[in-house]
């Protein structure tokens, strides 16, 4: 295939999942400036990677990226991190549920461990199958289950005690 042909199929993949890719670094990340710069850093790679990657498998391509782009950048050492300079000024949330529950679910996503707020974001908020989610955390099917199980107890508990 010509390298015109694979740029524009790149920038058609990109131009139609980016939203949904967004909400998903959003889901891993718990900061949504951190989530703008997991994904970018996941778009370059896949651009990298685009020859190689078959476009049936290329959205859990990104979605592995994406996890892994955001264990890189826990990972790396604080005085090479960014900061944000406008704390607390993200975009407002589309409409649907209330605000306070809006909050009361982010706050709750935000006090899961690490792990289990993947499972939950990767499971239930993108519809990830439990063979597919891990697939894309790298750990075992019995894993998923068992963080997932642990974190929805834990949800109920924290969105029970705000209501």
Known sequence: MRKADREAEYVDFVAARQAHLRRIARGVCRDHHQ??????????KL???WPRVRLENAEAYTRRIIVRAHLDEVRRPFRSREVVGLDGHDRGAPEGASYEDRSALTEALRALPEMQRKVVVLRH?????????????????GTVKSYCSRALTRLEVALAATS
Not at 35 to 44: P, S
Not at 125 to 141: H, M, N, R, Y
């Open 35 to 44: 989530a703008e710069d997991v994904l970018q850093n996941a778009l370059v």
């Open 47 to 49: 651009y990298v990677a």
């Open 125 to 141: 908020w993108v519809g990830l199958s439990t063979k597919e989610t891990a697939a894309d955390l790298g750990i075992a099917e």
